[in-house]
Protein backbone atom coordinates (compact mmCIF):
# COMPACT_ATOMS: atom_id res chain seq x y z
CA UNK A 1 0.00 0.00 0.00
CA UNK A 2 2.79 2.41 0.84
CA UNK A 3 4.70 1.74 -2.38
CA UNK A 4 1.30 2.53 -4.29
CA UNK A 5 1.30 5.65 -2.35
CA UNK A 6 4.51 7.00 -2.94
CA UNK A 7 4.25 5.91 -7.02
CA UNK A 8 0.85 7.82 -7.28
CA UNK A 9 2.61 11.22 -5.57
CA UNK A 10 5.33 10.40 -8.31
CA UNK A 11 3.35 10.17 -11.04
CA UNK A 12 1.14 13.25 -9.84
CA UNK A 13 4.49 15.23 -9.27
CA UNK A 14 5.75 14.47 -12.64
CA UNK A 15 2.58 15.14 -14.52
CA UNK A 16 2.62 18.64 -12.72
CA UNK A 17 5.44 19.17 -13.40
CA UNK A 18 5.52 18.51 -17.56
CA UNK A 19 2.22 20.79 -17.29
CA UNK A 20 4.26 23.71 -16.00
CA UNK A 21 6.94 23.14 -18.55
CA UNK A 22 4.03 23.01 -21.54
CA UNK A 23 2.72 25.85 -20.79
CA UNK A 24 5.93 27.98 -20.78
CA UNK A 25 5.44 30.29 -23.99
CA UNK A 26 9.32 30.24 -24.17
CA UNK A 27 9.52 26.55 -24.24
CA UNK A 28 7.14 26.50 -27.18
CA UNK A 29 8.52 28.96 -29.49
CA UNK A 30 12.26 28.88 -28.76
CA UNK A 31 12.16 32.59 -28.09
CA UNK A 32 12.79 33.98 -24.07
CA UNK A 33 11.42 36.49 -22.25
CA UNK A 34 13.81 39.13 -23.08
CA UNK A 35 15.16 41.37 -19.95
CA UNK A 36 16.76 44.36 -21.65
CA UNK A 37 20.53 42.59 -21.48
CA UNK A 38 22.87 44.65 -23.62
CA UNK A 39 25.90 43.31 -24.79
CA UNK A 40 28.39 44.92 -26.76
CA UNK A 41 31.29 43.58 -29.03
CA UNK A 42 34.66 44.82 -28.68
CA UNK A 43 36.01 45.43 -32.45
CA UNK A 44 38.55 43.21 -32.11
CA UNK A 45 36.38 40.14 -31.44
CA UNK A 46 33.60 40.74 -34.23
CA UNK A 47 32.33 38.39 -36.40
CA UNK A 48 30.91 39.04 -39.84
CA UNK A 49 26.75 39.39 -39.72
CA UNK A 50 24.91 37.11 -42.17
CA UNK A 51 23.36 38.95 -45.04
CA UNK A 52 19.65 38.62 -44.53
CA UNK A 53 17.62 38.94 -47.67
CA UNK A 54 14.02 38.35 -48.57
CA UNK A 55 10.69 40.49 -49.33
CA UNK A 56 9.61 43.45 -46.98
CA UNK A 57 6.11 43.48 -46.10
CA UNK A 58 4.93 44.97 -49.06
CA UNK A 59 6.73 42.24 -51.58
CA UNK A 60 9.58 43.93 -52.55
CA UNK A 61 13.11 42.86 -52.27
CA UNK A 62 15.28 43.69 -49.67
CA UNK A 63 18.57 42.81 -48.50
CA UNK A 64 20.97 43.62 -46.01
CA UNK A 65 23.52 43.95 -48.62
CA UNK A 66 21.56 46.68 -49.78
CA UNK A 67 23.21 48.86 -46.78
CA UNK A 68 26.93 48.02 -47.50
CA UNK A 69 29.27 50.77 -45.54
CA UNK A 70 26.28 52.17 -42.91
CA UNK A 71 25.85 50.61 -39.67
CA UNK A 72 22.29 49.06 -39.41
CA UNK A 73 20.24 48.64 -37.21
CA UNK A 74 18.13 45.42 -36.91
CA UNK A 75 14.89 44.82 -34.90
CA UNK A 76 13.26 41.54 -34.40
CA UNK A 77 9.49 42.13 -34.09
CA UNK A 78 5.83 40.43 -34.47
CA UNK A 79 2.51 42.33 -34.63
CA UNK A 80 1.52 40.09 -31.85
CA UNK A 81 4.43 41.19 -29.50
CA UNK A 82 3.21 43.72 -25.91
CA UNK A 83 6.68 44.88 -25.99
CA UNK A 84 6.97 45.42 -29.35
CA UNK A 85 4.48 47.41 -29.46
CA UNK A 86 6.02 49.32 -26.20
CA UNK A 87 9.31 49.88 -27.89
CA UNK A 88 8.11 50.84 -31.44
CA UNK A 89 8.07 54.69 -30.65
CA UNK A 90 11.42 54.44 -29.19
CA UNK A 91 12.94 52.75 -32.67
CA UNK A 92 10.96 55.44 -34.83
CA UNK A 93 12.92 58.39 -32.73
CA UNK A 94 16.03 56.90 -32.79
CA UNK A 95 15.78 56.18 -36.65
CA UNK A 96 14.77 59.54 -37.06
CA UNK A 97 17.55 61.03 -34.12
CA UNK A 98 20.47 58.98 -35.79
CA UNK A 99 19.61 59.66 -39.37
CA UNK A 100 20.40 58.58 -43.15
CA UNK A 101 24.03 57.86 -41.60
CA UNK A 102 22.20 54.59 -40.07
CA UNK A 103 20.41 51.88 -41.49
CA UNK A 104 16.95 50.57 -39.76
CA UNK A 105 15.71 47.20 -40.90
CA UNK A 106 13.25 45.38 -38.85
CA UNK A 107 12.83 41.83 -38.75
CA UNK A 108 8.86 40.69 -38.75
CA UNK A 109 8.36 37.08 -37.14
CA UNK A 110 6.10 35.03 -36.65
CA UNK A 111 3.12 36.68 -38.13
CA UNK A 112 1.34 34.25 -40.15
CA UNK A 113 0.61 36.70 -42.78
CA UNK A 114 1.65 40.14 -43.21
CA UNK A 115 -1.70 42.07 -42.87
CA UNK A 116 -1.13 42.29 -39.28
CA UNK A 117 2.12 43.33 -39.36
CA UNK A 118 1.54 46.60 -42.38
CA UNK A 119 -1.02 47.47 -39.33
CA UNK A 120 1.67 47.45 -36.72
CA UNK A 121 3.98 49.48 -38.97
CA UNK A 122 1.16 52.12 -40.03
CA UNK A 123 -0.25 52.21 -36.17
CA UNK A 124 3.35 53.00 -34.79
CA UNK A 125 4.70 55.16 -37.98
CA UNK A 126 7.30 52.94 -38.66
CA UNK A 127 9.25 54.67 -41.96
CA UNK A 128 11.63 51.91 -42.13
CA UNK A 129 11.18 48.71 -44.29
CA UNK A 130 10.82 45.26 -41.94
CA UNK A 131 11.84 41.97 -43.90
CA UNK A 132 9.29 38.80 -43.85
CA UNK A 133 10.49 36.58 -41.81
CA UNK A 134 7.13 34.37 -40.37
CA UNK A 135 9.46 30.96 -39.36
CA UNK A 136 12.45 32.78 -38.12
CA UNK A 137 15.05 31.05 -40.63
CA UNK A 138 16.81 34.51 -40.79
CA UNK A 139 17.86 34.75 -37.82
CA UNK A 140 19.46 30.99 -37.36
CA UNK A 141 22.56 32.71 -38.95
CA UNK A 142 23.39 35.22 -35.73
CA UNK A 143 25.77 32.24 -34.30
CA UNK A 144 28.04 34.73 -32.38
CA UNK A 145 25.20 36.84 -30.57
CA UNK A 146 21.90 35.01 -31.37
CA UNK A 147 18.49 37.30 -31.59
CA UNK A 148 16.71 34.73 -28.94
CA UNK A 149 14.43 37.20 -27.53
CA UNK A 150 11.18 38.69 -29.32
CA UNK A 151 11.93 41.85 -29.19
CA UNK A 152 15.67 42.00 -30.25
CA UNK A 153 17.81 44.30 -31.80
CA UNK A 154 20.82 44.01 -33.15
CA UNK A 155 23.62 46.37 -34.05
CA UNK A 156 26.29 45.60 -37.47
CA UNK A 157 28.77 47.87 -37.50
CA UNK A 158 29.65 49.62 -40.90
CA UNK A 159 32.36 46.66 -41.59
CA UNK A 160 29.16 44.32 -41.61
CA UNK A 161 29.98 42.79 -38.43
CA UNK A 162 27.85 41.83 -35.46
CA UNK A 163 28.34 44.50 -32.70
CA UNK A 164 25.94 44.71 -30.11
CA UNK A 165 22.48 43.41 -29.27
CA UNK A 166 19.99 44.05 -26.75
CA UNK A 167 17.42 41.08 -25.56
CA UNK A 168 14.03 42.84 -25.05
CA UNK A 169 12.71 46.05 -24.97
CA UNK A 170 15.42 48.85 -26.18
CA UNK A 171 14.79 52.92 -25.91
CA UNK A 172 15.84 55.88 -28.05
CA UNK A 173 19.02 57.16 -26.03
CA UNK A 174 20.37 53.75 -25.18
CA UNK A 175 19.87 52.73 -28.63
CA UNK A 176 21.72 56.04 -30.14
CA UNK A 177 24.43 55.60 -27.64
CA UNK A 178 25.05 51.91 -28.29
CA UNK A 179 24.94 52.71 -32.07
CA UNK A 180 27.20 55.70 -31.29
CA UNK A 181 29.78 53.85 -29.48
CA UNK A 182 29.73 51.22 -32.58
CA UNK A 183 30.82 53.57 -35.30
CA UNK A 184 33.58 55.63 -33.14
CA UNK A 185 34.80 52.06 -32.71
CA UNK A 186 34.64 50.67 -35.96
Known amino acids: ?39 IVPADQRLEAPVLAGETLEG ?58 LAFERSFGLTYPSIYDPDGELLLGFGQLPPKAIPSTLVVDPEGRIAARVLGTVDTSTLVGIVGDVVADS
Open 60 to 117: EPISTADFAGRAIVLNVWGSWCAPCRAEAPDLVAASEQLGDDVAFLGVNTRDLDTAPA
Open 1 to 39: MRRRIVLTALVAFGSLSACSAATDASDVSGFTAGDGTVT
